[in-house]
């Protein structure tokens, strides 16, 4: 595997001799599978036979027309480098993944951007973001910049030698963890992100409250993301937080501080997996069913700007999983980003669209309606 | 028989109230009040209709209350375990019956 820096190179290494993180499976990238291919995923999308009264149905006709609201939320891909191989995965991370990693160039311009952007919030996600060997530089940017920063983390990336005190660097800077769970409990954990994960997830969420997360100090919050394991849509968020919580302090000791609860879209691996295990036509139905016009409102896409590895942006990570770019004039990159024009933007959808708008509604943020 | 039970019929429960709309209602209203998050959370009462179903053996409940389980955040192992519960009453209620046996036993025999 190539890599583009010594420190990538390294990071890169240490992935490759990491044994104690369990892998649920390989990368499509890796497997060559043909889903690895964004134009053969939105194929396979259109090609879902969804009709509603003999009519074929598509996103912009049942949402509506719905406009950009105020930017809030600045959201960063730092790239597809992972510890983990989740079988969900919506990105196709990896540890095989140094493909897609914000070059440095890159990463001065979103330091300047993130300077400049009225945005109250910095995301930061990937892949693993932390192990990409500018997120320390990103973080302080962010803070810096006077922004609430969160860091999207899949909690087992907190035990590699690597990331030892990053905790406590955390806390020491306010950064919100939001960091991401499948289930309170090991089977449906283990199922989607591979035997053993719970286990250490456990370990990371206590290493987590020792450094004064999840336990209702403002600066120090810890937020749990639930994904569905299987081919079906998120539990309602109050109810579940409740449970996880009582749950997680009895059985392990462990505290956090709110839980979100999303859809998982169909791209990506989890593509993959609905149409080899026969639910693809069921989910996209079940979506499509499930479709709530009160979660329209809340859609990320409509306050939140989503740059990707290679400096482009998008209106959400999902669509930057897709290549669906934004639609703004002075081209799609962050080198050239206008916060004007992002407010007047025509947002872009397609039938993937439908699990944002599922329920309860899933965004980033949790539920929306 | 063998078509006795259609998986369509699940989702065109509802046109069952076709037939008396106020009653249809009634009981529509109640049993989504009852499914509700009470003194019980909704995936609680979700494992006591997966355990039921089983009970009365209805396909249509067993099919719906495990996308139900499913869907409100429980897992296979709750599920298994909610079953063993019906099964557990089942087989007790059976064996306790063995009392009225007994005693009728024990009073005609020598």
Excluded at chain 2, 22 to 44: M, S
Excluded at chain 2, 49 to 70: E, F, G, K, R
Aim: glycine share 8%.
């Amino acid at each position: 595997v190539r890599a583009a820096s010594p420190q990538l190179a390294q990071v890169s290494a240490d992935l490759a001799a990491d044994r104690a993180t369990p892998r649920a499976t390989l990368t499509l990238r890796r497997r060559e599978a043909p889903l690895a291919s964004t134009a053969r995923q939105l194929e396979m999308l259109a090609a879902v036979p969804l009709q509603k009264a003999g009519r074929r149905v598509e996103f912009d006709a049942m949402a509506g027309t719905f406009a950009p609201a105020h930017l809030e939320i600045f959201q960063v891909n730092l790239g597809k480098l992972c510890n983990m191989t989740c079988r969900h995965c919506h990105v196709d991370a990896g540890p095989d993944r140094t493909d897609a990693m914000m070059a440095d160039a890159v990463v001065e311009r979103v330091i300047a951007a993130i300077g400049r952007t009225r945005a109250h919030t910095v995301d930061l996600t990937g892949g693993a973001p932390e192990l990409h060997p500018r997120f320390r530089d990103v973080v302080a940017a962010g803070v810096t910049a006077g922004k609430h920063v969160m860091d999207r983390c899949n909690l087992t990336v907190l035990l590699l030698p690597r990331n030892a005190g990053l905790a406590d660097w955390f806390a020491e800077r306010g950064v919100e963890v939001v960091a991401s769970l499948p289930h309170y409990r090991r089977p449906n954990t283990d199922a989607q992100r591979g035997d053993g994960v719970f286990d250490r997830s456990v370990k990371a969420l206590r290493l987590l409250n020792d450094a004064g997360y999840g336990k209702g100090d403002p600066r120090k919050r810890l937020t749990l993301v639930s994904n569905p394991a299987g081919a079906f849509l998120g539990a309602a968020q109050a109810t579940a937080e409740r449970e996880w919580k009582e749950a997680l302090q009895r059985q392990h000791g462990v505290r956090f501080d709110r839980l979100f609860v999303l859809n998982n879209m169909p791209i990506s691996r989890f593509l993959e997996w609905l149409e080899a295990s026969g639910n693809l036509d069921a989910y996209m139905e079940r979506l499509v069913n499930a479709f709530n016009p009160g979660a329209v409102e809340g859609l990320m896409c409509r306050n939140t700007l989503s740059v990707g590895w290679d400096g482009r942006l998008y209106d959400c990570d999902f669509n930057q999983m897709l290549d669906l770019e934004i639609d703004l004039p002075r081209g799609p990159h962050i080198g050239d980003f206008d916060e004007d024009a992002w407010h007047r933007r025509r947002i872009v959808t397609a039938r993937h669209c439908f699990g944002c708008t599922a329920g309860a509604g899933s965004s980033c943020g949790g539920q929306t309606a | 028989l063998d078509t006795y039970y259609k998986t369509q019929h699940l989702a065109d429960f509802p046109k069952i109230a076709e037939g008396s709309p106020e009653l249809g209602k009634k009981f529509f209203d109640y049993y989504g009040a009852v499914f509700a998050d009470g003194a019980l959370t909704a995936r609680e009462k979700s494992l006591i209709a997966l355990a039921v179903a089983h009970t009365v053996q209805c396909p249509y409940c067993i099919d719906a209350y495990t996308s139900d389980c499913q869907q409100k955040g429980a897992d296979f192992e709750q599920m298994t375990e909610a079953l063993h519960v019906a099964v557990a009453i089942r087989g007790g209620s059976s064996l306790v019956h063995g009392m009225q046996m007994r005693e009728h036993a024990r009073k005609a025999g020598m």
